[in-house]
């Protein structure tokens, strides 16, 4: 009697690991079906019955990420960018259309034009989105030559790429910065040339200024607002960083424009990090994942193109928008807070 006694009590033991088990199972099933569990799983410390954390939440090494914005600020400093975005179209059309050959070529003439000789001599351009035209050369000496070719030679209204930095100034009165002045060119001028010359620094040249929100309605109770000033070079707009920067007597700390670490999602494809205007790839339903456009949707429930889950793909819980979100966090984090 004793050893059925014994069977019996190890049968209990089994059936209870055996229900154990179920529940495990379980827990993981609905961590993967219902999408809102997601978010929790985020928040929640990790813990061993989620093997999804690891994979989904832990973001990619930090160490490649520096070597690969350290690689692209190396070869940013012997290349230059010649912008469409000005040109005729006409000769957008002609861009478009040109082989990298040809393209070569005649920049190649701008280039001969301006030196009086084939120097830099190029093996070759890079055609990136919206036209522009990426040059890369050996040396300093060499930026330096072809940032003096008129680039007008090659296609009508082509221009050389002034890249701005820009700083965010809080809290500025309205009476100081009117935010109507700033729609405008020619009525944002005047505000320029007085933040100049309220500043001691010669090289204090504004590039532009616009608020930091573009949409920003003041209503009549608005006092002030954040604007953003941008700068020729970076070195200037790491001295305004370091020093403030003086508005009617009055100085305002300045903080690097970073507008890099905000989720960008795009509108065509939903992918992250870059927009609709620049993305060549296949068009795909916010709502449904389906190839066409998120207005045109007639799903009536969701699935979510970056994580398969039931919901649109913009969804902030979404984990894979939490990844991005976490991607940029990082990044930011390891960023001077200087341009140079
Ligand atoms: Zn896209
Ligand atoms: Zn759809
Ligand atoms: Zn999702």
Redesign the pocket.
């Known amino acids: 009697m004793r050893t059925a006694d014994k069977l019996q009590e190890q049968e209990t033991r089994f059936a209870k690991m055996e229900s154990d088990i179920n529940a495990i199972k379980q827990a993981l099933f609905q961590s993967l079906q219902e999408?809102k569990s997601w978010a929790q799983v985020v928040r929640k410390p990790s813990t061993k019955l989620d093997p999804h954390e690891a994979s989904h939440t832990s973001p990619p090494p930090p160490k490649r990420q520096h070597i690969r914005a350290e690689l692209r600020r190396e070869r940013a400093k012997h290349q230059i960018t010649l912008t469409a975005a000005n040109a005729s179209e006409e000769a957008k059309a002609q861009l478009a259309a040109a082989t990298h050959e040809e393209i070569t070529n005649r920049c190649q003439n701008a280039i001969n034009a301006a030196n009086g000789e084939a120097l830099p001599p190029l093996r070759g351009v890079q055609k990136l989105k919206s036209n522009d035209i990426r040059i890369t050369c050996e040396s300093s000496e060499e930026l330096d030559k072809l940032k003096q070719v008129n680039w007008n030679t090659a296609y009508d209204g082509l221009t050389l790429h002034k890249p701005k930095f820009g700083v965010v100034l809080h809290d500025v009165p309205l009476q100081f910065v009117p935010l109507d002045a700033l729609s405008t060119r020619d009525t944002s001028k005047p505000i320029m040339k007085r933040i100049e010359e309220q500043n001691s620094d010669d090289d204090l040249a504004i590039a532009q200024i616009r608020p930091l929100r573009r949409n920003f309605k003041p209503i009549e109770a608005t006092k002030s607002s954040s604007i953003v000033i941008f700068f020729y070079s970076a070195e200037v707009a790491d001295r305004v960083i370091r020093k403030g920067l003086y508005l009617n007597h009055r100085l305002f700390p300045a903080i690097r424009y970073t507008p890099q670490f905000k989720v960008t999602q795009c509108y065509k494809c939903r992918g992250f990090g870059h927009h609709a205007v620049r993305c060549r790839r296949k068009e795909a339903c916010g709502r449904c994942s389906g190839e066409h456009s998120t207005g045109t949707c007639t799903e009536t429930t969701d699935k979510?193109i970056?994580?398969g889950?039931n919901?649109v793909?913009w969804?902030p819980e979404?984990?894979?928008?939490q990844e991005e979100k976490r991607r940029i966090e990082e990044l930011s984090q390891n960023s001077s807070g200087l341009f140079q």
Not at 318 to 321: A, E, K, T
């Open positions: 999408p979510c970056g994580c889950g919901h793909a969804h979404c984990p894979r928008w």
